[in-house]
């Protein structure tokens, strides 16, 4: 089975601070995903990767940015977290088929 | 701009019950896919359905593809408390996933 891990379940941090979002998966998937899941809005994309090193916007990038720096981790951060970017943060992986995600970390920005 | 809508929003039912969930959007994709979120946990894939038309069973479930695949519907039949969760339908285009409002479905017994 895949196995998609993120760091944290929960996390709580300031207004101001650099947060890091860490995923891992074990399956050797070239693709990785970044969400953040809001009530009614579903899962909105933030950016991706197909390899290493290599990244692309999604469709809500602005407050954030990412690192793959080896294929299996895929790193979200805000540079400056700011109370509206508090929110359930899942991580994905896929090779060319289905997405498998992690349990998420839900952050809270103070 | 939501590319998906999903629809209701909400659900509630009594165990036993047929409920039907709907995606719609005025694109059309690749193929759709269908998760389910339970409390805790991320989505879990259902079904893949790629050609127009197209319907799938997972015993009580029964997904279809629109025609011009720009729509789907998820159908339960007998729904039971564990097919409680979030459903969310996803439009795959390219190697994206364009995902769905949600449908929060609950079942008691």
């Known amino acids: 089975d895949v196995k998609v891990t993120q760091s944290s379940r929960y996390l709580v941090k300031r207004t101001g601070e650099k947060v890091f979002l860490e995923c891992v998966q074990d399956?050797?998937?070239?693709?990785m995903f970044w969400y953040r899941q809001d009530p009614g809005l579903g899962l909105r994309l933030i950016y991706f990767s197909y390899d290493v090193k290599m990244k692309e916007k999604g469709d809500i990038p602005e407050g954030y940015s990412v690192s793959r720096e080896k294929k299996e981790r895929f790193s979200l951060i805000l540079e400056s977290a700011s109370t509206n970017q508090t929110s359930m943060y899942l991580c994905?992986?896929?090779?060319?088929?289905?997405?498998?995600f992690g349990d998420g970390t839900r952050l809270s920005i103070l | 701009t939501q590319l998906l809508e999903q629809s209701p929003q909400f659900l509630s039912i009594q165990e036993g019950e047929n409920l039907t969930v709907y995606c719609n959007s005025s694109s059309v994709f690749s193929s759709l896919q269908w998760y389910r979120q339970e409390p805790g946990e991320g989505p879990v894939l259902l079904v893949t359905v790629v050609t127009g038309g197209e319907v799938k069973k997972l015993k009580r479930l029964t997904f279809q593809f629109g025609d011009a695949r720009k729509d789907s519907s998820l159908h339960i039949t007998a729904a039971q408390p564990g097919d409680t969760g979030l459903y969310l339908c996803?439009?795959?285009?390219?190697?994206?996933?364009?995902f769905g409002t949600g449908t929060r479905l609950q079942v008691f017994p």
């Open positions: 399956m050797d998937h070239e693709n």
């Open positions: 994905a992986s896929s090779a060319r088929g289905p997405q498998h």
């Open positions: 996803a439009g795959a285009r390219a190697d994206k996933l364009i």
